[in-house]
């Protein structure tokens, strides 16, 4: 028996060792993958058996310098900066200053969420894993676009005001917002920043040294990408988010060879370095990737996915029956994402400074693919295919509505603008104003700047705005109800297109007029 268990183990150890992919093969992947999606650079990190196998950058930093990527370049990894903040959090439970399920309002008496009972039962691990009964994005207009003044208090108090969408516990919807609190108990408990704690206790011990919890803190920003947002068919680059409010969300910037020594620990129970030194215990990372909130899923080729969920800042499910950790990472103009198989050692980490999220899981599935010992689909065409469907939608929806604004200027239909005129309240967001300049109308948000834009008439009492900043991609719908008197006193947005980024979380405003 012994020794057939042996062939067994052999002949699959075999069999993954041919289908590894080769550094050429991964060239040509990647090289395809820019031209295809229009990013400009990526740089790809593959960790197998606890070792950096592959590190490499490729590509450019920028379209305006033609800097080339390299293993070392810096990159917003954005959304992976999740798993850091419930990796500090692990710290702590470890040190007996935290449990997991400690209410919230132990540490931060403020926080105060939809009812009294969620606020009351809310604990750390609530934090943690998207299942607050708040939509998807709710209340992220408070940290985007960047420009916003909005505080980490201010997020705490607001919260209240965000109205849920399922109950408590029962469902999964991304949020951001929880994350920024998380980090407010990290600072509560340890009397340290988020940003001091993560480098002081993970990126330190890790010796990520090019590495930093926020770009404004990186002590050398040289070898660092610019972010790029693709705006008629050219890519543009534009101004970097630096909002230090986002930081326990998706503030790091990191390389791939930084990210790999995170990938190593990871995939080693939390150890890390020659002498096999514990950053958290082996107790705690399973906690962090044990299954907590279910995502519904359905079981389809090639990976016969089982279960899909999410843990403790990390997605957690099956493929071709093996355990799969990652996570995704969204900036504007920067997409990131992290894959590590833990049985087969496996970490894959793909950066890129261009907002395509089918770029990253081209590159991730096809590695994945070789090291699973599948045959591996087109995954560029595949999803540029899908991609370009998805934009054909969206833009003809767009088209319309901006088709309908162009001719009724052409008739020049005539609108009492007046009747909209004013400022109206958010309870979380705060004042907006309408106002008339120069014979045009106008949107502007008090407290984040960036939303401005002018105003125009659609249909039926209603407008759309066009934001000043193009790359938002985040045209939307004004909706107003009037009083009797033919006055607006309600304001609803809705984003114009189904492709805008959740984050641009219009829907979730409720606007009165108090002006």
Same mark, same amino acid.
């Given at each position: 028996m012994k020794n057939r268990i042996f062939i067994v183990t052999a002949l699959i150890s075999v069999t993954f060792s041919f289908a590894q992919i080769t550094e050429p093969q991964v060239d040509a992947l990647v090289n395809k993958t820019l031209t295809t999606f229009n990013v400009p650079g990526i740089a790809v990190g593959i960790v197998k058996d606890g070792k950096l196998v592959l590190a490499k950058g490729y590509g450019v930093k920028s379209i305006e310098t033609n800097e080339k990527v390299d293993a070392n370049t810096l990159f917003g990894i954005a959304s992976n900066s999740k798993a850091f903040t419930s990796a500090a959090l692990a710290i702590l439970v470890d040190e007996g200053k935290i449990k997991w399920d400690d209410k919230v309002v132990k540490y931060l008496p403020n926080?105060?969420? +939809?009812?009294? +009972?969620?606020?009351?039962?809310?604990t750390i691990r609530d934090l943690l894993t998207h299942r607050s009964g708040l939509g998807l994005?709710?209340?992220?207009?408070?940290?985007?676009?960047?420009?916003?003044?909005?505080?980490?208090?201010?997020? *705490?108090?607001n919260l209240q005001y965000l109205k849920p969408v399922s109950a408590f516990r029962t469902k999964y919807d991304y949020d951001n917002l929880l994350y920024i609190v998380a980090g407010e108990v990290i600072h509560? *408990?340890?009397?340290?920043?988020?940003?001091?704690f993560i480098e002081d206790r993970i990126m330190k011990p890790?010796?990520? !040294? !090019?590495?930093?919890?926020?770009? *404004?803190r990186l002590k050398d920003s040289t070898n660092i990408i610019a972010p790029h947002v693709p705006m008629n068919g050219k890519l543009k680059v534009i101004r970097r988010y630096q909002n230090q409010l986002f930081d326990a969300a998706a503030g790091i910037y990191s390389s791939v060879n930084d990210l790999s020594k995170w990938a190593i620990m990871q995939m080693n129970n939390g150890k890390y370095g020659p002498e096999n030194k514990q950053l958290f215990s082996e107790k705690e990372h399973d906690e962090m990737w044990q299954l907590q909130t279910i995502i519904p899923t359905k079981t389809r080729a090639p990976y016969n996915t089982h279960f899909n969920g999410y843990g403790l800042g990390w997605f957690v499910s099956d493929v071709k029956g093996f355990k799969q950790v990652t996570h995704t990472g969204g900036l504007e103009g920067i997409v990131t994402q992290t894959t590590y198989i833990p049985e087969l050692q496996l970490g894959i980490i793909v950066l890129t400074n261009q907002q395509s999220g089918a770029a990253f899981n081209a590159i991730t599935n096809t590695i994945k693919d070789s090291y699973l010992g599948i045959a591996s689909e087109d995954y560029v065409s595949i999803y540029s295919n899908r991609a370009k469907a998805?934009?054909?939608t969206a833009d003809k929806t767009t088209d319309e509505v901006w088709a309908k604004v162009a001719q009724n200027k052409k008739e020049k239909i005539k609108v009492d603008f007046k009747k909209i005129i004013g400022t109206y309240n958010d309870n979380w967001f705060g004042n907006v104003s309408i106002f008339e300049k120069k014979g045009k109308i106008y949107f502007q948000s008090q407290r984040s700047s960036q939303l401005a834009g002018e105003v125009f008439?659609?249909?039926?009492?209603? +407008?759309? *705005?066009?934001?000043? !900043?193009? +790359?938002?991609?985040?045209d939307a719908h004004l909706s107003f109800t009037y009083d009797t008197k033919g006055a607006a006193t309600i304001l609803k947005m809705k984003a114009i297109s189904e492709l805008t980024d959740f984050s641009y979380d219009f829907h979730d405003l409720d606007f009165t007029k108090v002006d």
């Amino acid at each position: 028996m012994k020794n057939r268990i042996f062939i067994v183990t052999a002949l699959i150890s075999v069999t993954f060792s041919f289908a590894q992919i080769t550094e050429p093969q991964v060239d040509a992947l990647v090289n395809k993958t820019l031209t295809t999606f229009n990013v400009p650079g990526i740089a790809v990190g593959i960790v197998k058996d606890g070792k950096l196998v592959l590190a490499k950058g490729y590509g450019v930093k920028s379209i305006e310098t033609n800097e080339k990527v390299d293993a070392n370049t810096l990159f917003g990894i954005a959304s992976n900066s999740k798993a850091f903040t419930s990796a500090a959090l692990a710290i702590l439970v470890d040190e007996g200053k935290i449990k997991w399920d400690d209410k919230v309002v132990k540490y931060l008496p403020n926080f105060k969420m +939809y009812s009294d +009972y969620v606020t009351q039962e809310f604990t750390i691990r609530d934090l943690l894993t998207h299942r607050s009964g708040l939509g998807l994005g709710a209340g992220d207009l408070m940290i985007w676009p960047d420009g916003s003044d909005f505080t980490a208090q201010d997020i *705490v108090q607001n919260l209240q005001y965000l109205k849920p969408v399922s109950a408590f516990r029962t469902k999964y919807d991304y949020d951001n917002l929880l994350y920024i609190v998380a980090g407010e108990v990290i600072h509560k *408990v340890s009397g340290k920043s988020w940003c001091d704690f993560i480098e002081d206790r993970i990126m330190k011990p890790l010796e990520m !040294n !090019n590495s930093a919890a926020s770009y *404004v803190r990186l002590k050398d920003s040289t070898n660092i990408i610019a972010p790029h947002v693709p705006m008629n068919g050219k890519l543009k680059v534009i101004r970097r988010y630096q909002n230090q409010l986002f930081d326990a969300a998706a503030g790091i910037y990191s390389s791939v060879n930084d990210l790999s020594k995170w990938a190593i620990m990871q995939m080693n129970n939390g150890k890390y370095g020659p002498e096999n030194k514990q950053l958290f215990s082996e107790k705690e990372h399973d906690e962090m990737w044990q299954l907590q909130t279910i995502i519904p899923t359905k079981t389809r080729a090639p990976y016969n996915t089982h279960f899909n969920g999410y843990g403790l800042g990390w997605f957690v499910s099956d493929v071709k029956g093996f355990k799969q950790v990652t996570h995704t990472g969204g900036l504007e103009g920067i997409v990131t994402q992290t894959t590590y198989i833990p049985e087969l050692q496996l970490g894959i980490i793909v950066l890129t400074n261009q907002q395509s999220g089918a770029a990253f899981n081209a590159i991730t599935n096809t590695i994945k693919d070789s090291y699973l010992g599948i045959a591996s689909e087109d995954y560029v065409s595949i999803y540029s295919n899908r991609a370009k469907a998805n934009e054909e939608t969206a833009d003809k929806t767009t088209d319309e509505v901006w088709a309908k604004v162009a001719q009724n200027k052409k008739e020049k239909i005539k609108v009492d603008f007046k009747k909209i005129i004013g400022t109206y309240n958010d309870n979380w967001f705060g004042n907006v104003s309408i106002f008339e300049k120069k014979g045009k109308i106008y949107f502007q948000s008090q407290r984040s700047s960036q939303l401005a834009g002018e105003v125009f008439f659609y249909k039926d009492g209603n +407008y759309v *705005v066009k934001w000043n !900043n193009a +790359y938002f991609h985040a045209d939307a719908h004004l909706s107003f109800t009037y009083d009797t008197k033919g006055a607006a006193t309600i304001l609803k947005m809705k984003a114009i297109s189904e492709l805008t980024d959740f984050s641009y979380d219009f829907h979730d405003l409720d606007f009165t007029k108090v002006d």
